[in-house]
């Protein structure tokens, strides 16, 4: 089984500071790991993803995410917040190795950016 | 770019009462997936199909069906529904050779009153 965690519900930043969602992830053998970004009564929308490789992944809009095998977390950071960077964080997993391709979603991370 | 539709965005139905969720995927993507977000939830994995061939099934209540067709679209059908279905419903697709990251629909709000 696989599963993923977010354990803060919600994080508060100010404006061009920087900011940190976290996520650690349980999964059978080698993870794929992405973060995605939900904006009211919106879809996902895809952020960055980890395969293998660097472990320090860069995506869209000035996000990137460390991967820690050793500490099963894959952190999305970026180095200054911007309000519109206000929205609902998802993380996900899937196994590398086994048969099932869907992702696995931790429970999200509101991101509230203050002017 | 084209990007994943679904439709309709918004359905109103009433409990006992059946719908039909539409996806069609990104050109050329094999794989669709169906999510299931209840409010404040994260999504959960419904069911998938590859090459119109359901490839895998998560917690999909037996009152739901789906099948993707020749062109690949896919249809959630729900039956019997009930006050706790009304979530948002998403469709994703990918192109399982390229192993590509799922892209997602905006999704289908369905309330069941």
């Known amino acids: 089984a696989q599963s993923v965690a977010q354990p803060e519900d919600q994080v508060n930043v100010a404006e061009g500071n920087p900011l940190t969602v976290k996520c650690t992830y349980s999964v059978s053998g080698n993870p794929y790991l992405f973060w995605y970004v939900q904006y009211p009564n919106r879809g996902l929308q895809f952020l960055l993803k980890?395969?293998?490789?660097?472990?320090l992944v860069k995506g869209s809009y000035g996000f990137e995410a460390e991967f820690n095998k050793s500490q099963t977390s894959f952190h999305l950071k970026k180095p200054s917040a911007l309000v519109s960077d206000s929205a609902l964080y998802f993380c996900a997993v899937r196994a590398m190795d086994t048969g099932r391709r869907a992702l696995t979603f931790g429970s999200g991370t509101r991101l509230q950016v203050q002017p | 770019a084209a990007g994943v539709i679904q439709s309709p965005r918004h359905l109103i139905k009433e409990k006992r009462e059946t719908a039909t969720l539409k996806c069609y995927p990104i050109?050329?993507?094999?794989?669709v997936y169906w999510y299931q977000q209840g409010p404040g939830q994260d999504p959960q994995f419904l069911i998938s199909?590859?090459?119109?061939?359901?490839?895998d099934k998560g917690s999909i209540p037996d009152r739901f069906s789906a099948q993707q067709f020749s062109d690949y679209h896919s249809e959630l059908n729900m039956s019997s529904l009930e006050l706790g279905d009304s979530a948002l419903y998403f469709c994703?697709?990918?192109?399982?050779?390229?192993?590509?990251?799922?892209?997602f629909g905006q999704g289908t709000r369905l309330t069941v009153v």
């Open positions: 050109p050329r993507h094999d794989t």
């Open positions: 980890y395969i293998t490789g660097d472990n």
């Open positions: 994703a697709s990918t192109h399982r050779r390229a192993d590509t990251e799922a892209f």
């Open positions: 199909f590859y090459e119109k061939m359901q490839s």
